[in-house]
T-cell receptor, first 112, second 114 residues
Framework: GENVEQHPSTLSVQEGDSAVIKCTYS??????FPWYKQELGKRPQLIID?????GEKKDQRIAVTLNKTAKHFSLHITETQPEDSAVYFC???????????FGAGTILRVKS | EPEVTQTPSHQVTQMGQEVILRCVPI?????FYWYRQILGQKVEFLVS????????KSEIFDDQFSVERPDGSNFTLKIRSTKLEDSAMYFC????????????FGPGTRLTVL
């Protein structure tokens, strides 16, 4: 079945700097890749997603890139702010079924 | 904006007891899911539900677990005989059509098994 690996496990950046989180997936037929942000004690919330027919998607300070050949996708946050501090999870949905398979998460700390 | 709701927010139970976790998905959504997150770990899929039946389940979802949509609004997860290792945050989620679009998560129920 699908397996999603996520790196790094923790990431500390200075306010205003960029942050990049990377994920790889194993099932080449997976075709939907969301990113969720989870603040302490709260629900995961979708921040951006990308489908396999697109290579890049941007929403203000957040962008996601997808490399289908290499089976990896990345989250890019520019001009980071303290409120970006949270745990970020990447996920993939395999071709068969509709379950989200999550990565292990990245704790992002933005230092002001 | 419509949200998925879950009750209770925290449930404490003794090992071997039955618990029922309740969820109200977003009203026009058709696909429902349960996930769990053991403290400090990744979110893990348990089960998906569509058209009044289980569409997919993980190996975690053994005979101790069951799901039900008892009426037009609620979606429940029952654990028949809880174990210590069932202690986790349980999230309900729903999506409008297939899973290949946003799944909206509820706030979670923290289950503590003593």
């Amino acid at each position: 079945g699908e397996n999603v690996e996520q790196h790094p496990s923790t990431l500390s950046v200075q306010e205003g700097d960029s942050a990049v989180i990377k994920c790889t997936y194993s099932d080449s037929a997976s075709n939907y890749f969301p990113w969720y942000k989870q603040e302490l004690g709260k629900r995961p919330q979708l921040i951006i997603d990308i489908r396999s027919n697109v290579g890049e998607k941007k929403d203000q300070r957040i962008a996601v890139t997808l490399n289908k050949t290499a089976k990896h996708f990345s989250l890019h946050i520019t001009e980071t702010q303290p409120e970006d501090s949270a745990v970020y999870f990447c996920a993939a949905i395999p071709k068969i079924g509709n379950k989200l398979v999550f990565g292990a998460g990245t704790i992002l700390r933005v230092k002001s | 904006e419509p949200e998925v709701t879950q009750t209770p927010s925290h449930q404490v139970t003794q090992m071997g007891q039955e618990v029922i976790l309740r969820c109200v998905p977003i009203s026009n959504h058709l696909y429902f899911y349960w996930y769990r997150q053991i403290l400090g770990q990744k979110v893990e899929f348990l089960v998906s539900f569509y058209n009044n039946e289980i569409s997919e389940k993980s190996e975690i979802f053994d005979d101790q677990f069951s799901v039900e949509r008892p009426d037009g609004s609620n979606f429940t997860l029952k654990i028949r005989s809880t174990k210590l290792e069932d202690s986790a945050m349980y999230f309900c989620a729903s999506s409008a059509t297939s899973g290949r679009e946003e799944q909206f998560f509820g706030p979670g129920t923290r289950l503590t098994v003593l």
